[in-house]
């Protein structure tokens, strides 16, 4: 399978704008869509995108828009790179102008409240009738890296493996190594939860923990995204790979994170109010704490952490107090009985 050299990137926030400059980077013909026209007018001016990615300049391949029908006209594969709260609507608004044969793909990490549906749910329900091939690509990725050159590798994820296969080779580079997959849930999956899990583990930095505490508690996070995963249908590999793991170490450790230092400022006494009335960029785990703490629920799932760092968001509970619950639980076993059968039964 070939995908044309064309391509759309449908978000002007940090990440969109590291992908744009890297597809125009391996000489591709980049489309980069705002949702403000006003913001769009601004960077085709200046060639800076100041707002969510300052210092980088936009290569002459690639243009901005802020009409639907301009951004994705002739486009072989159309990056959705727009906060997960907002996709439904940004994907309602675009399907008149998508044209068959042309390939979705989504680089926004989260789970959309009250349906619990993913990134790739969504594109599919938005666009149902269209028959696209639509998948998701996750993994440790900071933007602001990926923009500067620096060696990045992520995960693409499609049903179809031709599909992610033609997506390798369209935007691999020898600093952006792409892998594929057809985990689609798993990939999915990772890239919504580390999120969440980086706020808790800012918090635990917040607070001054140490060392043996984050250690710990990655590697628990590291075990509810798996039995949660494995309750949805993903191979608890994608979970231990990149757009898991990988991303849940970089997101939670790097100095780069809006979510960690989130969690920093909650640990430090702040309230979540004050800290985002500050913050122009979206911090998803924010928002995905209450999506994914709901999807754990509907399927019976304990996954502790989450239902903490959900108490401390969204309940105001005290961060010392969430602490104190999750160090008093009963004693149990490592590895999880229920675990174990979920991965015997799915294998």
């Known amino acids: 399978m070939l995908i044309n050299r064309n391509i759309s990137i449908i978000g002007t926030g940090a990440w969109g704008t590291a992908l744009a400059i890297h597809a125009a980077r391996l000489g591709l013909s980049v489309r980069l869509w705002a949702r403000r026209s006003e913001l769009a007018d601004r960077i085709r001016e200046t060639r800076v995108n100041d707002d969510f990615l300052p210092c980088f300049s936009l290569p ?49 990490k989260g789970v959309e409240d009250d349906t619990y549906a993913s990134m790739t749910d969504i594109l ?60 689609v849930i798993g990939v999915e999956l990772g890239g919504a939860m580390k999120n969440v899990y980086a706020i808790a583990a800012g918090v635990c930095d917040g607070l001054c923990l140490g060392l043996n505490a984050r250690a710990a508690f990655l590697t628990r996070a590291l075990a509810e995204m798996t039995r949660l995963g494995v309750a949805l249908g993903a191979n608890p590999l994608t979970i231990s790979g990149l757009s898991g793991l990988g991303d849940l170490l970089l997101t939670a450790t790097g100095d780069l994170s809006r979510n960690r230092r989130v969690g920093l400022r909650l640990g430090t006494g702040e309230t979540l109010e004050a800290i985002l009335t500050n913050q122009r960029a979206v911090a998803e785990g924010v928002n995905n704490a209450r999506a994914v703490w709901g999807l754990a629920q509907s399927k019976g799932l304990s996954l502790p952490t989450i239902r903490e760092i959900y108490k401390v968001l969204h309940e105001g509970k005290d961060p010392r107090q969430g602490l104190v619950d999750l ?9 999880s009985p229920d675990l174990l059968t979920q991965v015997a039964s799915n294998g």
């Open 124 to 183: 599919a329900a938005e666009t149902a009738g269209l028959s696209l091939a639509i998948g998701a690509m996750s993994g440790p990725s900071f933007a602001r890296e990926v923009a500067q050159g620096l060696p990045t590798a992520v995960t693409v994820a499609f049903r179809r493996p031709e599909v992610a296969q033609a997506i390798q080779t369209l935007l691999s580079a020898p600093v952006f190594r792409i892998y594929t997959s057809q985990d």
């Open 327 to 335: 160090l008093t639980r009963r004693l149990k076993d490592e590895l």
């Open 60 to 108: 002459a391949n690639v243009s901005i828009h802020s009409d639907p029908a301009a951004a994705v006209d002739g486009a072989g594969l159309i990056l959705w790179v727009v906060p997960s709260h907002g996709l439904r609507d940004v994907a309602r608004r675009f399907k008149p102008y998508l044209t068959p044969g042309v390939v979705l793909m989504s680089a926004t």
